[in-house]
């Protein structure tokens, strides 16, 4: 009789500690979260004119932080403030003469995504991006020729960007958080109000690990 009331008592505390543990997880939808991630970019570009550019993907460091904010439990803005290498390998021709390109680009990263949280788990982000250059280096080769440009660009109009989407997910493990994104440029921003249609855009794909609280 002992054994089975000690028996009882351990099932309804481990119950209810799990019971607990469940709950104190399932809340952290409704919570106010910041966090700091790191990771990986994969990019690439594509000419929208170009019939002989050829550009292989690189990769690139992503890194920074980021704050969730809920609306409800299902529903929450996301926006993050990330330092973000994109670029490209390409190889084509100039004047008949074969050449190649390795561009590595530090952008500032904003994105302003949308969550919808289904289950405590999974996270579906999606939304704008603005991103600032701040430096473009280029290693190029033709023939004999080989050059080396960097240039540092200065952000003080914030409304010179480039425009972006991006859609992705966020798996949170407890207070880890594995984060992968897709992204495109669509419009580059000139900061007197006019926007145009880059003929180069950016392309990329991310993956990052992250730590909230």
């Known amino acids: 009789m002992k054994k089975a009331i000690l028996m009882i008592a351990m099932i309804t505390l481990t119950l209810t500690s799990s019971n607990a543990q469940t709950e104190t997880v399932t809340s952290n939808r409704d919570k106010l979260m910041l966090g700091f991630k790191v990771g990986t970019n994969y990019s690439n570009v594509y000419d929208t004119q170009g019939e002989n550019f050829v550009a292989d993907a690189k990769f690139g460091l992503v890194g920074g932080a980021f704050v969730s904010i809920p609306i409800g439990k299902f529903f929450g803005v996301h926006p993050e403030v990330l330092f973000s290498q994109k670029g490209f390998k390409s190889t084509g021709t100039f004047l008949g003469t074969p050449y190649s390109l390795t561009r590595i680009t530090n952008y500032i990263d904003v994105p302003l995504f949308v969550e919808l949280k289904p289950i405590e788990f999974v996270t579906i982000l999606a939304g704008p991006q603005y991103s600032y250059l701040l430096k473009q280096k280029d290693d190029f080769t033709s023939g004999g020729l080989t050059a080396t440009q960097i240039q540092e660009f200065n952000n003080a109009n914030l409304r010179k960007n480039t ?51």
């Open 163 to 213: 425009f972006s989407f991006i859609l992705g997910g966020d798996v949170n493990i407890v207070n880890m958080v594995v984060g992968v994104r897709a992204a495109w440029d669509l419009k580059s921003n000139n900061g007197d109000g006019t926007s145009t249609t880059p003929r180069y855009k950016n392309m990329w794909y991310q993956l990052t690990l992250g730590y909230r609280f």
